[in-house]
């Protein structure tokens, strides 16, 4: 008779896991608010008040103002847009490399090619995941122009060394902080520490709007620049000038007044959302040391705060007698929330495998204006292809309204599974 669920035995635990959109009276009475107002978006594409948005997209923004420190801040309507913006606003564009972590959401990269530029994907860091400040001086050419820096999974990539480098080689640093609200690297939040910052509060992220998003930056011709690819800024430049008018093609990627509504309910719910997601994480961090070392908790810098949007631990398939995948597959069959790995390593993906963006003669890659040959052959970031296929595990359940009971039957379902792995061995 088989014990695990994956071979027919009994499911650990049948009732999902609660999820984490914590959204209901303080979003409803901000958005009748704004039904009642009538003014869905307070945004009009023309000099004056109305070109920065209405009330509620304003009051949003000097929230994040006041809670970053951070001199300007633009919400936009996905971080998508914010990285788009952030690259345009920097005038990246043909001809220029731009760095990008290989591990991340697809955006962090696609971004880089939305501007025509070239994305150079650059190694992970096989302890914090994020870009590896080592590989980021030996990717880094005549064409290097920027370096977009992810703080994935909600912990922060080394700024220091990466703000050091990219003030060597004279390098523009966007922060795609999409993942983490709240981070600290050395006293700061992270998404105020590069040139440009950028946040989602898409549906699956710690806080959320639905769709929608945020830039931030100290820098006030960056803002300027921001605000107009907002809001088709190549009709309002004329009259809200910046120095440069290269790169201020305005898209729509305005917030209207329903999504700020609930963003400034969300805003108030971070601090205590992100404490659960502390606390739950160290719990669970504490409980997983029973399994000896099979599992690998992520490493916590002293001078950082991390803030595990997901919760990331690696699997050493030697130990633990079965692979990871035997492993991952038994525990969802368990009725667990794990998976194997995040997205594949973007550079996977059928666009840079094919080097099909613009039209089908291959531009951005191969823009004479680059000049250069480029491809993205499997192998090229071996760390990050080994943690994805081999290694890294992923778990969500560390959030509100989850508790250290949720926690307790993730580790009971992964003690079953370790006992009957002669059973994931055939
Ligand atoms: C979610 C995410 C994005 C994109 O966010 P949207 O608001 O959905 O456009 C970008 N980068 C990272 C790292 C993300 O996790």
Redesign the pocket.
């Known amino acids: 008779m088989s014990k695990l669920a994956i071979n027919g035995g009994p499911k650990f635990r049948e009732t999902p896991f609660a999820p984490q959109q914590d959204v209901g009276e303080e979003e409803i009475k901000l958005l009748i608010e704004v039904i009642d107002s009538k003014e869905l978006s307070g945004f009009l594409a023309s000099p004056g008040e109305k070109f920065l948005g209405g009330l509620k997209v304003r009051e949003l923004e000097n929230l994040w103002k006041d809670y970053l420190s951070v001199k300007h801040v633009m919400a936009v309507q ?6 788009h913006a952030a690259v345009a606003a920097l005038n990246l564009g043909p001809g220029d490399e731009v760095l990008v972590p290989s591990y ?2 697809c ?2 990269a696609t971004a880089i090619v939305m501007h025509n530029a070239i994305p150079i994907f650059v190694d992970i860091d096989e302890d914090t995941y994020c870009i590896d400040p080592k590989e980021i001086k030996k990717a880094i050419t005549p064409n290097t122009k920027a370096i977009i820096v ?1 703080h ?1 999974f909600g912990y922060p990539a080394e700024l220091e060394e990466i703000m050091a480098i990219a003030e060597e080689h004279n390098l523009k640093v966007i922060e ?1 902080n ?2 983490g609200p709240g981070a600290i690297y050395k006293g700061r939040y992270t998404g105020t520490i590069g040139h440009i910052g ?1 946040f ?3 549906q ?2 710690s806080i959320t709007t639905g ?3 945020l830039v931030t930056t100290n820098d006030d011709e960056l803002a300027k620049r921001v605000q107009l690819i907002r809001n088709h800024g190549e009709v309002v430049v004329d009259q809200y000038p910046v120095d440069n008018i290269a790169g201020i093609i305005g898209w729509n990627y305005r917030m209207t007044e329903l999504e700020a509504a609930v963003g400034i309910a969300q805003f108030h719910k971070l601090n205590k959302l992100n404490d659960r997601r502390v606390e739950l994480a160290e719990y669970l961090t504490k409980k997983l040391k029973q399994f000896g070392d099979i599992f690998t908790s992520p490493t916590i810098s002293s001078h950082s705060k991390h803030v595990y ?1 997901l919760y990331p631990f690696k699997f050493n398939a030697e130990v633990a007698g079965i692979s990871r995948n035997k492993f991952t597959q038994a525990m969802i069959a368990e009725g667990m929330p794990v998976g194997a790995g995040y997205v594949r390593p973007i550079y996977l993906e059928p666009m840079y495998q094919q080097l099909l963006g613009y039209g089908d003669k291959g531009c951005p890659f191969n823009c004479p204006l680059y000049g250069k040959d480029i491809l993205y052959p499997k192998g090229l970031n071996p760390v990050c292809e080994r943690m994805h296929f081999e290694e890294l595990l992923l778990t969500p359940i560390c959030h509100y309204p989850l508790t250290e009971k949720d926690i307790d039957d993730f580790i009971k379902a992964i003690e079953k599974v370790i006992k009957y792995k002669s059973e994931l061995i055939s």
């Open positions: 996905s971080a998508t847009a914010g990285l991340s959401m955006a962090s992810v994935l795609d999409a993942q950028v989602s509060f898409n699956n992220k769709e929608g998003g949007f």
